[in-house]
């Protein structure tokens, strides 16, 4: 009894409890990331399920309303949902001239950060290919920056020389660096561990997302893709280990959303231009208008309090056939306030039966479609919701969550690194952390 006392003493004087507190969180997000990617073992995804047996995973996380990339990563580092933070989809809604404006830039953001809170407690704060980045307040930072081009991403990372440096240390003098492939991503996750040791880094993969567009939930497609994304995160888990930080970091890996297959694509502004709702956007000719997140679509008035425009338009979607009606569900103001959706939008349809939305305003409004998407109304399908695997010092091993939301992810981190964060509207989920 005496000689367990002394060591329990001994630890102490050592530091090994104080070690036990995290002094690192990384984030992982993979896009499109799936539960059943580490709960299935023929998705050969060791790195992931190594972490699942060390730590606490979720069997399934809510998304956002659109459960897509963008207002995702946003709620992760807010903790808020889009009615919120005001990232509403990954593009800019244009109703009359369509200009590929997305949301890009730190300063779309209305709610405070992680980011910002970690960086004004004085920690160390780095970020890699995350949505709505560009500008934040970290140290290393390679923005997601959409379509916008190289010269642009380039321009917006950080700091000065960052790429050149990458190109010439990590990637042997390559002209360009393949950000597309999960494993290079890591490469340089890994690259600034070694250099700066962050308290807090945010990294986002996307091969998954763009393979699952392709063909789908499954296929070889996206077998070869979440390897890919399973070996950047053994990347990461190895230079947190050569850095010797391992033992005091928590890694999270998660996502944005699930995904599903799609075997339709609807166009539901055919309707409103047959109604004679929609006649030439660009001229400004229009009363209503569908704007389109992939597996669902936003309707938005002209006149915001035009309320007989919308009753026409609610008449017209209640009185199409069923064999069209089969395709969507109405999403009512309320329930849309209720998830903290867009607050703009005087409703929204979310897909069913496989379909997948568009805005097209010509054809046939009900067409085949192929591949997958994301985008539906988080709370209807499980398939669209994503996953959650943490490990590291204060994380329960073996732990399981039922169920949490992307908007606990930003409170558990302050937790961790031990700076306030009220903003949030999340929780620490329960059964994650060791009292």
């Known amino acids: ?7 329990i003493l001994a630890l102490f004087i050592t530091g090994t409890a104080i070690a036990q507190k995290a002094q690192h969180v990384i ?26 047996k060390e730590g606490t995973h979720a069997l399934e996380v809510n998304s956002v309303f659109p459960s897509v990339t963008y207002p995702s990563h946003t709620t992760i580092v807010t903790g808020v949902q ?14 009359e001239v369509s200009t590929g404006k997305i949301y890009w830039n730190d300063s779309s953001i209305h709610s405070e950060t992680i ?10 704060v780095s970020s890699l290919f995350w949505p709505v980045s560009a500008d934040a307040p970290v140290t290393y930072n390679i923005p997601d920056i959409g379509s916008l081009g190289e010269k642009v991403r380039e321009q917006y990372s950080k700091p000065l020389g960052f790429v050149d440096s990458l190109k010439q240390e990590v990637f042997g003098g390559a002209d360009r ?33 763009h393979a699952e567009h392709t063909v789908g939930r499954q296929g070889d497609m996206v077998k070869v893709a979440i ?16 850095a010797g930080i391992w033992k005091n970091t928590v890694l999270i890996v998660t996502g944005d959303h699930g995904f599903m297959d799609v075997t339709h694509n609807v166009d539901p502004n055919v309707w409103l231009k047959q109604a004679g709702l929609l006649n030439d956007a660009k001229s400004g000719d229009w009363k209503a208008q569908f704007n389109s997140a992939g597996g669902s679509t936003y309707l938005y008035l002209k006149d915001p309090t035009d309320q007989q425009t919308l009753a026409q338009v609610k008449a017209l979607l209640n009185g199409l056939p069923d064999s069209a009606k089969a395709y969507f569900r109405i999403v009512d103001r309320a329930e849309i306030g209720k998830i903290g959706g867009n607050p703009e939008v005087a409703l929204a349809l979310s897909g069913e039966n496989g379909a997948s939305f568009g805005n097209d305003v010509s054809g046939d409004a009900i067409r085949p479609g192929k591949g997958g998407t994301h985008g539906y109304f988080p709370l209807d399908f499980h398939g669209i919701r994503t996953g959650f695997i943490a490990a590291g010092p204060g994380i329960k091993k073996g732990g399981l969550i039922t169920q949490m939301s992307l908007r606990d992810i930003a409170p558990t981190v302050a937790k961790l690194l031990r700076f306030p964060f009220p903003s949030a509207q999340g929780s620490v989920p329960a059964g994650l952390l060791i009292k």
């Open 1 to 7: 009894m005496i000689r367990i006392s002394f060591l």
């Open 27 to 52: 984030i992982v997000t993979i896009d499109g990331f799936r539960p059943d990617f580490y709960e299935d073992t023929s998705w050969h995804t060791l790195h992931l399920q190594e972490l699942v």
């Open 82 to 95: 889009p009615a919120t933070h005001g990232v509403y989809y990954n593009a800019v809604f244009e109703p």
């Open 115 to 124: 980011w910002a809170a970690a960086r004004a407690k004085g920690l160390k």
């Open 177 to 209: 660096i393949n950000y597309g492939k999960d494993e290079n991503v890591g490469k340089i996750a890994a690259y600034v561990i070694a250099k700066d040791q962050p308290n807090l880094m945010t990294v986002h993969l996307f091969s998954v997302d």
């Open 227 to 242: 390897s890919d994304a399973d070996s950047a995160v053994g990347y990461i888990m190895d230079a947190l280990k050569k």
